[in-house]
């Protein structure tokens, strides 16, 4: 069989970066000796290796170089047609009882699931360089953050673990020479990129992870999906702190008062556009700064919440993002960027469905065949993704590094509905709030395989992220709200709702400033809104909409409560709590009661 990562030979002073501590020299034994590699590169995380894991990249044609003047420094990588999403269905919480994964979680138990992956990586390496990439997740300096070691087969992981966290020494040096320290053991090997083969599987017991048969980001980059979010939620429930799948960003007033707000989106439904925001013209002074684009984890602090970005760039959806949808996305991905199934120019740019101008009259697609503006195939695949450095980011919050976090004035759940669901409105209470994050619901993207466009219950946007039972991820929530003397709002959003005509009704993207400024008159108690059955709604004259073109019927739409819609949707909350099996906090079901009651009040 044609050995599709063969192995790399550095020149000495690149890959030998070994650590000290014996807990991990035991274990990367343990797998070199199960997996056979050709041998062993200890990653430091230098510019020097880099460079040197590039070039070799190039030849092996793991990487196409990008038109340097167009944009410096930046790559494209095409994967295995096979094997371009998340896949849920092979994703696995191993617990030792099918209780603590839950029903929204595959289970499987943890000692035959390691001996069918032991089986599967035997021998797998032979031939092929095994990397040991330390990294940490979180800024140096905080108290959250946690050190992992991902061993890989794959130089693509190594290059994109690179920009996504902070990697190498920083990582060593954190974890000293404890052999009991904590730390993530993840492994990951291509095998041969067989989908029959793919597994993605957690033992959070162990805090390991071990991922085969795979080469997308999501399933293989072991920071991020498994470690900061499956395993993280696990953690965090037992050291009482939260992992959430959340945007930060700062929204700072002419006047200069800041406030940061978190916001959990399902996959691929604008938490990187959220997050890098420019406030339309109107807004004249006021500021909106990233901390992060996908993963808070937050403590407690003084009875407040208070957030870290774990990662260390943005691994976001391409298609769609142009100057007009998020400037500072594109200007970040400008240079220095790894683009995975975007399509090439003849110029040998990077090109995908939505990017600004008119399209190339001829390019190669992101499987690697011609393409031409009448091909029926998309050019880019709608869910290509950019793996780029925070820093790239014109908007970065200064406080990204901060050790103790950003304190969150406000929670704001969404998901892409087309009806029902208003574009804004507020909890009640911290209960409410948890109620409306836990009824949450999405149309499915090309985030993970499957069907595009079906309305799921996504809660909190963890269902595929949270790594134990929901119930308990539920009462955790409950738990949290308790010890918060000054909790954050929270606020449910929908920017996708459409009217008769099928057409969106809100324009969203820096037009969402509208609906961001009214979140934070609410929590300045500044902010107007009135009672209704779902919550705090912002009548047409609480929303600033000056200068922007919207009728007011469309204004009323969005804005709307369709009582039967809300009966169907009710009905469909019921119907999630009972799928679950009995696991759901009382206090939920009774919020549904107290909901129902207030439509028939
Ligand atoms: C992501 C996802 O890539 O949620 O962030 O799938
Ligand atoms: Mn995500």
Not at 425 to 452: I, K, P, Q
Not at 500 to 514: Q, T
């Amino acid at each position: 069989m044609k050995n599709i990562a063969p192995a790399i030979f550095p020149p000495s002073g690149i890959g030998d970066a070994k650590p000290t501590n014996q807990a991990v020299l035991d274990w990367v034994h343990e797998i070199g000796k199960l997996t056979k590699p050709e041998n062993i590169f200890w990653c430091d995380g230098s510019e020097r290796e880099n460079e040197f894991l590039v070039a070799e990249s190039l030849k092996q044609n793991v990487l196409i170089k990008v038109n340097e003047e167009k944009v410096p420094r930046s790559y494209l990588h095409r994967s295995n047609p096979n094997d371009v999403a998340r896949v849920e269905k092979v994703t696995f919480i191993c617990t030792p009882t099918k209780e603590e994964a839950g029903p929204t979680n595959n289970w499987s138990e943890p000692a035959e699931t390691y001996s069918k992956l032991y089986g599967l990586l035997e021998g797998t390496m032979r031939g092929r360089t095994m990397f040991v990439v330390p990294y940490i997740m979180g800024p140096p300096d905080s108290p959250l953050t946690k050190v992992g070691f991902e061993i890989t087969d794959s130089k693509y992981v190594v290059l994109s673990m690179r920009i996504m966290t902070r990697m190498g020494k920083i990582a060593l040096e954190r974890l000293g020479n404890d052999p009991k320290a904590e730390w993530n053991r993840g492994v990951h090997s291509l095998l041969d990129v067989d989908p029959d083969r793919r597994f993605i599987c957690h033992f959070p017991q162990d805090n390991t992870i071990i991922s085969v048969g795979s080469g997308y980001g999501g399933n293989v980059l072991l920071s991020k999906k498994c470690l900061a979010l499956r395993i993280g939620s696990y953690l965090a429930r037992k050291q009482g702190w939260m992992a959430e799948h959340m945007l930060i960003l700062g929204v700072e007033s002419p006047e200069g008062k800041k406030h940061y707000v978190a916001a959990a989106f399902p996959s691929a439904c604008g938490k990187t556009n959220f997050a890098m925001l420019i406030p339309p013209a109107h807004f004249k002074g006021w500021k909106v700064t990233t901390v992060g684009d996908d993963i808070a984890w937050m403590e407690i602090r003084d009875g407040r919440l208070f957030a870290v970005n774990p990662e260390n760039g943005y691994f976001g959806v391409v298609p769609g993002t142009s100057y007009k949808s998020n400037p500072n996305a594109m200007k970040s991905i400008e240079h220095d960027t790894l683009y995975t199934n975007v399509a090439l120019t003849d110029d040998g740019d990077v090109w995908w469905e939505g990017k600004d101008g008119p399209p190339p009259k001829h390019a190669i697609d992101w499987r690697g065949n011609d393409w031409t503006p009448d091909s029926k195939e998309k050019a880019a695949h709608p869910n290509s993704r950019f793996a780029t450095p925070m820093r790239n980011n014109p908007a970065l919050d200064p406080d990204v590094e901060k050790g103790e976090g950003v304190p969150i004035s406000a929670i704001i759940f969404g998901g892409r509905r087309r009806d029902t669901v208003p574009l804004v409105y507020e909890a009640f209470d911290w209960t409410h709030g948890v109620y409306l994050g836990a009824t949450m619901a999405s149309e499915t993207t090309a985030a993970a395989t499957g069907a595009v466009g079906q309305v799921r219950r996504d809660p909190m946007a963890m269902l595929p992220f949270c790594g134990y039972n929901i119930g308990d991820y539920f009462r955790h929530w409950m738990d949290i709200g308790k010890r918060l003397t000054n909790p954050p709002l929270i606020f449910n959003v929908n920017w996708f709702r459409k009217g008769a005509n099928g057409k969106f009704l809100w324009p969203g993207f820096g037009e969402n400033m509208r609906v961001l400024k009214w979140i934070i008159d609410r929590c300045e108690q500044k902010g107007g809104a009135v009672e209704s059955p779902v919550g705090w709604l912002p009548t047409p004259h609480d929303l600033d909409l000056d200068g922007l073109e919207i009728d007011h019927k469309s204004v009323a739409d969005l804005l709307g409560i369709d009582h039967e819609e809300w009966q169907k949707e009710l009905a469909e909350h019921k119907k999630f709590f009972d799928s679950l099996g009995g696991v759901v906090p009382e206090e939920l079901p009774k919020q549904r009661e107290q909901f129902v009651a207030r439509f028939t009040q």
